[in-house]
């Protein structure tokens, strides 16, 4: 089982009302168009499905999503139990997702399928978001020793997160990926003027830089 690239912490889509919640139109998705943006982002990330259930995927984003402009947050399944049955899904395409998390995070499904830092020291694998929220302070080197390396469109590697670019442009992945590690060995500096050598102490144990697209 192959583990996701850590595109970033946070939302991967977008964020929905609960169940029994007030509807917010145009600003949140039914709890109907939440389910599905589940089963989409699973379907996107290389989650297979059989001709049929693609099928019935189709019939949902008819029902849901009837044209391109449509405004969120106010179309709902008519059959209740077709909703259920996209419910059923959704979950189903959630633990495969979860099933795939990289090391040291998990998807958790709140208003919104989030990718989180699991908080455990104790973890054979501890991610450096993990670290820096519970440092519970700014460190300077936090930003550029949490991110990934990622090529741009132009050839040029840059090193940041899925919306800003920290450090760069590099020429070669390397010299991209060496500006994380160099960030990342400051940062445990920092963390042990500040007293935190419990944190510290998990370097060793943090994940390898992750490096989008792998280079061969």
Same mark, same amino acid.
């Given at each position: 089982?192959?583990?996701? #690239? @850590?595109?970033?912490?946070?939302?991967?889509?977008? %964020?929905?009302?609960?169940?029994? *919640?007030?509807? +917010? #139109?145009? $600003?949140? @998705?039914?709890?109907?168009?939440?389910?599905?943006?589940?089963?989409?982002?699973? @379907?996107?990330?290389?989650?297979?499905?059989?001709? @049929?259930?693609?099928?019935?995927?189709?019939?949902?984003?008819? *029902?849901? %999503?009837?044209?391109?402009?449509?405004?969120?947050?106010?179309?709902?399944?008519?059959?209740?139990?077709?909703?259920?049955?996209? $419910?059923?899904?959704?979950?189903?395409? !959630? #633990?495969?997702?979860?099933? $795939?998390?990289?090391?040291?995070? *998990?998807?958790?499904?709140?208003?919104?399928? +989030? !990718?989180?830092?699991?908080?455990?020291?104790?973890?054979?694998?501890?991610?450096?978001?993990?670290?820096?929220?519970?440092? *519970?302070?700014?460190?300077?080197?936090?930003?550029?020793? &949490?991110?990934?390396? %990622?090529?741009?469109?132009?050839?040029?590697?840059?090193?940041?997160? #899925?919306?800003?670019?920290?450090?760069?442009?590099?020429?070669? &992945?390397?010299?991209?990926?060496?500006?994380?590690?160099?960030?990342? &060995?400051?940062?445990?500096?920092?963390?042990?003027?500040?007293?935190?050598?419990?944190?510290?102490?998990?370097?060793?144990?943090?994940?390898?830089?992750?490096? +989008?697209?792998?280079?061969?």
């Amino acid at each position: 089982m192959t583990a996701l #690239a @850590r595109w970033h912490v946070g939302p991967w889509t977008t %964020r929905g009302t609960r169940v029994g *919640e007030p509807l +917010e #139109a145009g $600003r949140k @998705r039914t709890p109907d168009e939440l389910n599905f943006d589940v089963v989409g982002l699973a @379907r996107i990330l290389g989650r297979w499905l059989s001709g @049929r259930a693609e099928l019935q995927v189709r019939l949902w984003q008819n *029902e849901l %999503r009837p044209t391109h402009t449509r405004l969120c947050g106010v179309h709902t399944l008519a059959d209740p139990d077709n909703a259920s049955l996209l $419910r059923e899904t959704a979950e189903e395409a !959630l #633990a495969w997702l979860g099933e $795939r998390a990289p090391a040291g995070y *998990e998807f958790v499904l709140t208003d919104a399928v +989030e !990718l989180r830092p699991l908080l455990n020291l104790d973890a054979e694998v501890v991610a450096v978001d993990a670290v820096i929220q519970l440092a *519970e302070s700014t460190l300077p080197a936090a930003r550029l020793a &949490a991110s990934h390396v %990622r090529r741009s469109a132009t050839g040029d590697w840059y090193a940041g997160d #899925a919306a800003c670019n920290w450090s760069g442009p590099h020429h070669t &992945a390397d010299t991209a990926t060496a500006a994380v590690q160099t960030a990342r &060995a400051d940062l445990v500096e920092q963390l042990q003027a500040a007293n935190r050598e419990d944190l510290a102490a998990t370097a060793t144990r943090w994940p390898p830089i992750p490096v +989008e697209p792998p280079t061969r």
